[in-house]
């Protein structure tokens, strides 16, 4: 586990979307707790676009008013789609010119990452898929869905060096929205192709509608395995932590960490 950084160290932000499923939220917490166990002595809050509390702009407010002066914000989002190429960015430019005494560094989205396909294939071996199931296995790879281009390409890619490094016969990717395929599709898909057993691994962070959606399809499809979604799981809190460390390293007052790169992975 990380030491104690230096009081200079800028405070995190994890800036999620937000959800009228009071799991989101309660995700988001769980998350932000170890997130901050790995970063102790570094100020560490979260804030959401819409529908929870506090804001994005509120939680800015409280980090300032706590003495924080530069804030790493991490967006919670595992693909650059709208909400990291437009959202994010005009909701901390408007907050930081009503705090002249902030200066805000927008992280790198989690995704993609090694460590979380190493959580996806976690879940699935806690959902009851063995070491030895990977030859006959299938998996999709479901995505909440984006109209972005880039991020279904992204998902697209994730699902081919998955398949590569791991040995499952098959990974196809799969959208709960704006994008085909849906779930229960790609699952009939891959009994189509030959794989003698599908797993489903929800490549989203919280429950809500779009996962309930990507379960149904799983459900309707017949679908042999279903993992959770990845929550705040360890990986997950090490993703932050490399994203935030990438980012407060470049703040021109930074030297605040000699070694970003040992400590995202410690």
């Known amino acids: ?44 809050a979260a804030g959401y676009l819409d529908f929870d509390a506090p804001s994005v702009h509120g ?48 992280a790198h989205v989690l995704g993609p990452h090694p460590l979380l396909t190493a959580a996806l294939q976690r879940r699935l071996r806690g959902a009851g898929l063995a070491p030895g199931d990977a030859p006959s296995t299938g998996v999709v790879l479901a995505a909440a869905g984006s109209s972005d281009p880039e991020a279904s390409a992204v998902i697209a890619d994730i699902a081919r060096e998955w398949r590569r490094t791991t040995g499952w016969c098959a990974v196809r990717p799969a959208f709960a929205s704006a994008a085909p395929p ?51 799981a360890p990986e997950v809190a090490r993703v932050v932590l490399e994203r935030y460390t990438a980012a407060a390293y470049a703040f021109p007052a930074g030297g605040w960490m000699r070694d970003p790169a040992r400590r995202a992975a410690a």
């Open 1 to 44: 586990m990380p030491g104690t950084l230096p009081d200079s160290a800028p405070a995190l932000l994890l800036v999620a979307h937000g959800s009228r499923d009071p799991r989101h939220a309660a995700t988001v917490t769980a998350l932000t707790t170890r997130v901050r166990r790995l970063l102790p002595g570094v100020r560490v």
């Open 59 to 106: 939680a800015l407010e409280r980090l300032c008013a706590a003495g924080a002066r530069e804030v790493v914000a991490v967006p919670l989002l595992l693909t650059r789609a709208f909400h990291a190429k437009t959202d994010i960015p005009g909701v901390l430019a408007e907050a930081t010119s009503a705090l002249p005494d902030l200066t805000v560094r927008q």
């Open 182 to 232: 849906r779930t229960a599709d790609a699952v009939r898909a891959l009994r189509a192709a030959g794989a003698r057993r599908v797993a489903v691994a929800p490549y989203v962070l919280a429950p809500g509608r779009l996962p309930d959606r990507i379960a149904a399809g799983a459900h309707e499809a017949g679908a042999d395995v279903l993992a959770p979604v990845l929550g705040p």
